[in-house]
């Protein structure tokens, strides 16, 4: 059987490794990142400078994106035509009550 040595770390990288071959150590991310959240999906892409109508025809089926849902990026609603920047995070939103709302009929006032 033959041993692998590990070598040590020297003072001056970060704890954990950070890369080395190191399979833990966090993904190296690219200028272009940006959050982008839907429902329970949430992913870090490089869609930095494009608008949120291109972020939502490339992503929509990956991220299950309503084609209805309003944009929010950094917690401010934003138009279709926003463009957004390195480090931003856009989250897609359905308002509270909006589910089903379209289809909604009044029935008789029942007394």
Do not use: C, W
Not at 38 to 45: I, N, T
Not at 71 to 77: L, S
Not at 85 to 94: L, N, T
Request: aromatic share 6%.
């Amino acid at each position: 059987m033959t041993e692998q040595i590990r070598r040590r770390p020297s003072e001056s990288e970060p704890f954990g490794g950070g890369g080395h071959g190191d399979p833990f150590a966090d993904r190296v991310e690219t200028d272009r990142t940006v959050t982008v959240s839907h429902g329970p999906y949430l992913e870090r892409l490089p869609v930095a400078n494009l608008s949120v109508t291109e972020i939502r025809a490339r992503f929509g089926d990956r991220l299950d994106i309503d084609p209805q849902s309003q944009a929010v990026i950094d917690g401010q609603e934003a138009d279709e035509n926003a463009v957004v920047q390195v480090g931003q995070h856009i989250a897609f939103v359905r308002k509270a009550g909006e589910k089903g709302r379209l289809n909604f009929k009044p029935t008789a006032d029942i007394r």
